[in-house]
């Protein structure tokens, strides 16, 4: 069983920076990518960003340049730092795992259950 637990969202102002974490536990053998959604309310649900193993981050075109997706493999832990926020990254903030391996055999994905982010003056 895999257990996800995301971190660092809150209430900010225009300009300001956070910096999720998304920290995995279990019996992991190997995760493809890692990576953030988002969900504004009345929105679709979208990538924000993406990397997977032995690539370059993928990013949507409204944070590039903003926000910045690392992962450390050792700790099974993903992170997006965010800054220069605006109003309309508010969203509450999804952590997923996509092709993850467990070391007793097959491959499944997970989602956190959500972190709230807000950018308001």
């Known amino acids: 069983q895999v257990q996800l637990v995301e971190s660092g969202g809150g209430l900010v102002q225009p300009g300001g920076s956070l910096r999720l974490s998304c920290a995995a536990s279990?019996?992991?053998?190997?995760?493809?990518?890692m990576g953030w959604h988002r969900q504004a309310p009345g929105k679709q649900r979208e990538l924000v960003a993406s990397?997977?193993?032995?690539?370059?981050?993928n990013y949507a075109d409204s944070v590039k340049g903003r926000f910045t997706i690392s992962r450390d493999n050792a700790k099974n832990t993903v992170y997006l730092q965010m800054n220069s926020l605006k109003p309309e990254d508010t969203a509450v903030y999804y952590c997923?795992?996509?092709?993850?391996?467990?070391?007793?055999?097959?491959?499944?994905?997970?989602w956190g259950q959500g972190i709230q982010v807000t950018v308001s003056s």
């Open positions: 279990g019996s992991i053998f190997r995760i493809y990518a």
């Open positions: 990397i997977a193993s032995g690539s370059s981050p």
């Open positions: 997923n795992l996509d092709k993850v391996l467990l070391v007793a055999g097959g491959v499944d994905d997970y």
